[in-house]
């Protein structure tokens, strides 16, 4: 009943529209994300897609620097040690860590997981995303200390 | 206690303005009034000219949907003392065009929802002489939350992405054609992909989340959208690594 009741008052309403002068159109501003914390929150978990893209790029020169041999390689590993490369680093560090945990808190919302009758919690599901984090850092952790 | 409570309204006088104007209104200040209560008063006390849709005042049918500073809600489940000591600005809801003062143009919300095909849909109905269509409790609470859409709006004023991108089906279309993908009388899965698949379907959604924190009915439309997004992409693998599996 509420649908047809819908239905009918949005042709009226074109009807009228049509008859009775036009629409007014509001447009969304660029900046509209700047008036409410959630959207900045939104926005800069966004942004900090870059930072993830640029660690990616940098273990891609990484690679073609062991490939170029010992001696660029080399060059490479004492570019990352220059006072700009740890800052870049130390900087997108945050941004990655801010862009993992704001995932791994919406995990819950694309993962619904059945149990028999039960679904399993929100919270499980996000507490299982930060235990296999752990688990991998642990791992690299443990084979670059004892490689 | 105050006695009185300014608001602020969007006027569009589409029949002989064509820009907008906020006028302001002074109404009584009752602890019991919902904003709907106050656009009454106003149209019957002070000025019969103002336009806005409302119908059963319960949060039922979905109709008094509007931007309260800058937030949309029901107006009949707003109450007033929310927002003292004022001003209360009140508007149509945003990324919908305005017919007349808070009254929206809603036929490309409609056109969207249709796409989705929100019905059960069969490769074969069955002879009524086989009886109905069985559906346990467990098979009900799979898409119960996302039936209990009443086509309000809000999410769709709350969604910046339907904002800058109009193509887009939208929150409440997505959720619907979930509670329909996700009734286990319903075939009708892949019809449904073949629309929310496209460019102006799921993947305009970067979650932003808002559609979820102003649904009425707690439907979470972003939730919808984000699982229907992980079925697609199992799918995409299922079909590349099992090219040979039943599709």
Redesign the interface.
């Given at each position: 009943m509420?649908?047809v009741?819908?239905?009918s008052?949005?042709?009226e309403?074109?009807e009228?529209?049509r008859r009775?002068?036009?629409?007014?159109?509001?447009?969304?501003p660029i900046f509209?994300?700047t008036?409410k914390w959630?959207?900045v929150k939104?926005i800069t978990r966004?942004l900090t897609s870059v930072f993830v893209a640029g660690y990616a790029l940098v273990l891609l020169f990484q690679i073609r620097a062991l490939f170029q041999g010992p001696e660029t390689y080399a060059n490479f590993l004492e570019w990352l040690k220059t006072p700009i490369s740890i800052t870049l680093h130390a900087v997108g560090f945050l941004f990655v860590l801010f862009h993992s945990i704001t995932w791994f808190n919406?995990a819950p919302?694309?993962?619904?997981i059945r149990l028999g009758?039960k679904t399993v919690p929100g919270s499980l599901i996000a507490a299982s995303n930060y235990a296999a984090w752990l688990v991998v850092s642990g791992l690299i952790t443990w084979i670059l200390a004892f490689s | 206690m105050a006695e009185s409570i300014t608001l602020e309204i969007f006027r569009?006088l589409?029949?002989?303005e064509?820009?907008?104007a906020f006028q302001t209104y002074e109404v009584p200040f009752r602890r019991d009034w919902v904003i709907l209560d106050a656009l009454n008063y106003i149209k019957d006390n002070l000025d019969g000219t103002l336009s806005f849709?409302w119908?059963c005042r319960m949060g039922?049918?979905?109709?008094c949907g509007m931007m309260v500073d800058?937030t949309p809600v029901l107006t009949c489940a707003t109450f007033m003392e929310k927002f003292l000591p004022g001003p209360i600005r009140v508007e149509p809801l945003?990324?919908f065009?305005?017919?007349?003062d808070l009254?929206i143009?809603?036929?490309d919300f409609?056109g969207k929802l249709s796409r989705v095909k929100p019905w059960i849909i069969r490769d074969e109905e069955k002879p009524l002489s086989q009886g109905e269509y069985i559906q346990t409790p467990?098979q009900l609470h799979d898409y119960k939350q996302y039936s209990m859409c009443?086509?309000c709006m809000l999410c769709y004023a709350a969604c910046?992405i339907v904002?800058?991108e109009p193509g887009f089906v939208g929150p409440a279309a997505i959720a619907l054609a979930q509670r329909y993908n996700l009734d286990n009388r319903d075939q009708g899965k892949k019809e449904r992909m073949e629309v929310l698949s496209q460019d102006d379907g799921i993947y305009e959604c970067?979650?932003?989340?808002?559609c979820s924190?102003v649904c009425p009915k707690s439907v979470?439309p972003?939730?919808a959208i984000?699982?229907y997004?992980?079925t697609t992409a199992m799918e995409w693998w299922k079909s590349l690594l099992l090219p040979w599996g039943k599709k």
């Open positions: 509420v649908e009741v819908i239905t008052v949005g042709q309403m074109s009228y529209s009775n002068g036009g629409l007014y159109q509001r447009r969304t509209w994300w008036k959630s959207n939104f966004e919406l919302k694309a993962m619904v009758k | 569009y589409s029949e002989s064509t820009k907008p849709r119908s039922v049918c979905g109709s800058g945003v990324n065009p305005a017919v007349r009254v143009e809603m036929d409609m467990a009443i086509n910046p904002g800058l970067t979650l932003v989340g808002e924190v979470d972003a939730g984000q699982r997004k992980a």
